[in-house]
């Protein structure tokens, strides 16, 4: 065999083996988990969590939480629950037409009357409540010396969309007429919320719009569900991630919508919607491994383009559900920092 044909031979032999994911040069991997949150990520292995998208929606509620994974690498680690742990609390109950929501109320010390932060917890609309997502709502309060009312909504697939986008309306409404019984300032409230929260977070800032009713001041968007688009990018390079992945996206939807043609409510993908212009600034926190990173990103630039102040922040390192974990993951701590500073100089503004 001459050179020449050697030299096509072993050409011909390269085109024809299958490429595999890491031959690809554009092709991403996703990114490692740091040290702290991979401790999380190990111990909530260990407390035999599985991926929702093999579970039954029952054994979905029922298993051990990201956030009890962060509770017990606290506890393993003697980490002190304070100050936070002295938060005081009190529960009520929000009167709607749908009926009783439930609802925490994060009490800072002094007299006030108190700025107000209206938070709805993560859990896709399906799992998950005002018990599990505590920690970030208890961090807010204390940093910002804020009311925090963590607010409990319907959940899917018993209340199918948009039984949660109702209740989470119903409720900011009810706490603009109401919070003064509860000592707060309702010229200086502020909406929060985390994944399916964060979406409905940024419901409620748009709905006051059309709605011509009390805008809140500022509002503070971690990872949210911003579009239905489930082939973005992060999509992608974070398909297998923990404790969220892309089959894991799919089933929380599957179990929210009567029908996928739901997904195209523009309640759902904000990112299609073109009546941004006029809602409160927007703090927009993001975990770099994390099938909602692009939602997130892209949200944030389409506010930009409409002219509303954003300050958007990726974390490198840490996953979805990070972001309550400040005790023992200190990204969490520097998002809860930035979310604490600019709801501060909102409050600020708005006195």
């Known amino acids: 065999m001459t050179q020449k044909t050697f030299k096509?031979?072993?050409?011909?032999?390269?085109?024809?083996?299958?490429?595999?994911?890491?031959?690809?040069?554009?092709?991403?991997?996703?990114?490692?988990?740091?040290a702290e949150m991979q401790a999380v990520l190990d111990k909530l292995g260990a407390l035999?969590?599985?991926?929702?998208?093999?579970?039954?929606?029952?054994?979905?509620?029922?298993?051990?939480?990201?956030?009890?994974?962060a509770h017990a690498v606290q506890w393993d680690k003697r980490i002190s629950s304070n100050p936070e742990a002295q938060v005081t609390t009190k529960d009520i109950a929000i009167p709607t037409k749908a009926g009783t929501l439930a609802a925490r109320v994060y009490i800072p010390g002094g007299k006030g009357p108190f700025p107000v932060v209206v938070y709805y917890h993560g859990g896709g609309w399906?799992?998950?409540?005002?018990?599990?997502?505590?920690?970030a709502p208890r961090?807010?309060?204390?940093?910002?010396?804020?009311?925090?009312?963590?607010?409990?909504?319907r959940h899917a697939p018993e209340h199918k969309f948009p039984a949660a986008h109702d209740d989470a309306w119903s409720a900011y409404e009810w706490f603009v007429e109401n919070i003064h019984e509860l000592n707060g300032n309702s010229d200086q409230i502020a909406v929060a919320g985390e994944s399916a929260g964060g979406n409905l977070a940024a419901n409620v800032a748009l709905m006051a719009k059309e709605m011509k009713t009390k805008q809140p001041v500022h509002q503070l968007l971690v990872y949210p569900v911003a579009g239905n688009d489930m082939n973005t990018s992060s999509y992608k390079e974070n398909a297998n991630a923990k404790p969220l992945g892309k089959a894991d996206m799919e089933w929380f939807v599957k179990n929210t919508v009567s029908s996928m043609d739901e997904t195209k409510d523009p309640r759902i993908n904000l990112n299609g919607r073109s009546d941004l212009a006029g809602v409160a600034p927007a703090t927009v926190i993001l975990a770099q491994i994390d099938p909602l990173q692009s939602d997130g990103e892209i949200y944030a630039g389409k506010l930009k383009d409409a002219g509303v102040a954003v300050d958007l922040k990726t974390f490198n390192g840490v996953t979805h559900e990070f972001f309550g974990m400040g005790k023992v993951v200190p990204q969490a701590k520097q998002a809860l920092d930035l979310a604490v500073a600019n709801l501060t100089a909102s409050f600020a503004q708005a006195k």
């Open 8 to 34: 096509h031979s072993v050409i011909a032999l390269i085109f024809s083996l299958p490429l595999s994911a890491a031959s690809i040069s554009n092709a991403q991997e996703m990114a490692k988990p740091n």
């Open 48 to 69: 035999e969590a599985k991926p929702f998208s093999t579970l039954t929606v029952p054994d979905a509620r029922t298993q051990a939480s990201p956030a009890d994974a």
């Open 126 to 135: 399906v799992v998950a409540d005002i018990n599990v997502y505590d920690g």
């Open 139 to 153: 961090a807010l309060s204390l940093g910002t010396n804020a009311i925090v009312v963590s607010v409990e909504y």
